[in-house]
């Protein structure tokens, strides 16, 4: 059964940083790309980022650019993302998502995991 | 960036009726759409890609079609289980976006 869960949300003040860590079993996770996907209280879905099974693609949305680094560790089973100059816009439930393909992403989500809720207020 | 507009915002519907909604997208994304359903307090899930093929395990009430810049989605025949909101996904063109959603709640 695939499972995905996130971790490492909380309450950070603007400016700071947080890092999110998404530990995936099983699927063999390193045949699949990965992704983040936020939704703000209430709000729709926004994708966040991506990156590929090897990490040689890695994407982002231009609202977290620069500022948003995602990574992933095969080794591991693990997916993170690290957040830097966080913003009260980045307040947020982030779930991590994982592509349905083999190889070669697509870029929709198979499965989610239940998200980790990050909250930037002073 | 391709911007995905969904209709109606809201749909009100009595279990066993018939329920459509509409996604547009911008510009084409050819078959690249996917539809998720999300429940309160749950993750979505995923309903249908390539605009028309269900995901393993979705029953056939739903269906999807479409292509280039007008979808939608149908269910044939509304059960409870079904009230909740429903977002479409561009996965043709980076950045990935999704429609705003479709709520079909009980009339």
């Known amino acids: 059964e695939v499972q995905l869960v996130e971790s490492g949300g909380g309450l950070v003040q603007p400016g700071r940083s947080l890092r999110l860590s998404c530990a995936a079993s099983?699927?063999?996770?390193?045949?699949?790309?990965m992704h983040w996907v936020r939704q703000a209280p209430g709000k729709g879905l926004e994708w966040v980022s991506g990156?590929?099974?090897?990490?040689?693609?890695?994407g982002y949305a231009d609202s977290v650019k620069g500022r948003f680094t995602i990574s992933r560790d095969n080794a591991k089973n693990s997916l993170y993302l690290q957040m830097n100059s966080l913003r009260a816009e980045d307040t947020a439930l982030y779930y991590c998502?994982?592509?349905?393909?083999?190889?070669?992403?697509?870029?929709?989500?198979?499965?989610w995991g239940q998200g980790t809720l990050v909250t930037v207020s002073s | 960036e391709i911007v995905m507009t969904q209709s109606p915002a809201t749909l009100s519907v009595s279990p066993g009726e018939r329920a459509t909604l509409s996604c547009r997208a911008s510009?084409?994304?050819?078959?690249?759409l996917a539809w998720y359903q999300q429940k309160p307090g749950q993750a979505p899930r995923l309903l249908i890609y390539?605009?028309?093929t269900r995901a393993t395990g979705i029953p056939a009430r739903f269906s999807g079609s479409g292509s280039g810049t007008e979808f939608t989605l149908t269910i044939s025949s509304l059960q409870s289980e079904d009230f909740a909101v429903y977002y479409c996904?561009?996965?043709?063109?980076?950045?990935?976006?999704f429609g705003p959603g479709t709520k079909v709640d009980i009339k």
């Open positions: 990156i590929s099974w090897n990490s040689g693609s890695i």
């Open positions: 390539g605009a028309s």
């Open positions: 510009q084409s994304v050819s078959s690249n």
């Open positions: 099983g699927f063999t996770f390193d045949d699949y790309a």
């Open positions: 998502a994982k592509d349905p393909a083999h190889g070669v992403a697509v870029y929709y989500f198979d499965y």
């Open positions: 996904q561009q996965y043709n063109n980076w950045p990935l976006t």
